[in-house]
């Protein structure tokens, strides 16, 4: 049997960038390389760079967030980035959406642990809570899937005028580029490569931002959109 990995202590960026979550992220770290490697949330390699390539990584994207916004963390499987995201602004409301229930039961953990009173932990895959969730101003996500089939996904859960913003690594410019076509048939008006984390990760996270028009998802999802909310209305009334 392989020896677990022992993680790291925080680094000294840790603290500037959690500030008074600082415990909490540190907490959050022991979780993920306990409760997570056990639950196979994370594999064991992962555990000696969890703090830069995962908290730090994914911390850092709230330099692009809006402030008081609502964000929807698109297959958020162990937390992240909703997790480090919310530990560093309590001004967010996040939803933490995961299909998975080994998942979702550890998020709920987490998040009641830490009390993370701004976060809420919804099991479901995008495609099927559409019309049930209210639009959100941002969608999240990392590492879920190529940037055209996330953005299927995570584009019709946005209101108009929102934005996703995916965390992602060299392939980012290649991606975007291939994804093009299927992002402006979801209605996608403007999109980016941004790079955050100056000073706190080497190298510096990148993130994809795709902002949309008054129709997220494309005439498409609209039509999807505009049954679920019938479909509400009448349970709703019943």
């Not at 209605?187 to 080497?202: C, F, M, P």
Request: net charge neutral.
């Amino acid at each position: 049997m392989t020896e677990a990995a022992e993680l790291p202590p925080a680094p000294e960026q840790a603290r500037d960038v959690f500030g008074d979550r600082f415990a909490d992220a540190v907490r959050y770290a022991e979780l993920l390389a306990e409760t997570g490697v056990q639950r196979g949330l994370i594999g064991p390699r992962e555990v000696p760079r969890l703090w830069e390539r995962h908290l730090l990584n994914c911390a850092v994207l709230s330099e692009v967030v809006p402030e008081g916004v609502t964000v929807c963390d698109v297959g958020s499987g162990a937390g992240l980035p909703g997790i480090p995201l919310a530990l560093v602004r309590e001004d967010l409301k996040i939803t933490l959406l995961e299909p998975l229930l080994r998942r979702t039961n550890f998020l709920t953990e987490v998040v009641e642990l830490l009390g993370l009173d701004h976060v809420t932990v919804v099991r479901g895959r995008a495609e099927e809570v559409m019309g049930q969730l209210p639009p959100v101003h941002v969608v999240t996500a990392r590492a879920v899937a190529p940037l055209d089939r996330l953005a299927t996904w995570g584009i019709p859960l946005l209101r108009p005028y929102g934005e996703m913003l995916a965390l992602k690594g060299d392939t980012a410019e290649e991606e975007l580029k291939s994804a093009a076509a299927a992002l402006s048939k979801l209605g996608a008006v403007e999109t980016s490569i941004l790079h955050v984390g100056e000073g706190v990760v080497d190298p510096l996270s990148t993130v994809v931002r795709v902002e949309v028009g008054e129709s997220p998802g494309g005439v498409r999802f609209a039509a999807k959109r505009a049954k679920a909310a019938r479909t509400g209305r009448t349970r709703r009334r019943r």
